[in-house]
């Protein structure tokens, strides 16, 4: 088991920044693949950004990238997702997820935090 926690969360205006963080414990990561993904209102969870906890390769969605970055602290198990610039149509609940390498789907998912961008 991977146990999540997240935080940082918080209200912003547009144009602002937040950097949410993400706790993981329970298990060695160096196997796994850390995610950020973010539910508003009325529309499907979505990707935002993942790492590769081994290698540190990340991947973004094309509604982030140059304003988010992933990155992560080995030394204190937490992954962190800067937010730059932010928008309203980035409000929503983030969720930080973990996987296997080798699965296709994340198995271990927090409880989420909100981020709400005022216009």
């Known amino acids: 088991q991977v146990q999540l926690v997240e935080s940082g969360g918080g209200l912003v205006q547009a144009g602002g920044s937040l950097r949410l963080s993400c706790v993981a414990s329970g298990r060695t990561l160096s196997r796994y693949r850390m995610g950020w993904f973010r539910q508003a209102p009325g529309k499907e969870r979505e990707f935002v950004a993942r790492i590769n906890w081994s290698d540190g390769v990340t991947d973004y969605a094309d509604s982030v990238k140059g304003r988010f970055t992933i990155s992560r602290d080995n030394a204190k198990n937490t992954v962190f997702l800067q937010m730059n610039s932010l928008k309203p149509e980035d409000t929503a609940v983030y969720y930080c997820?973990?996987?296997?390498?080798?699965?296709?789907?994340?198995?271990?998912w927090g409880q989420g935090t909100q981020v709400t961008v005022s216009s």
């Open positions: 997820a973990a996987r296997i390498l080798s699965m296709s789907k994340y198995d271990y």
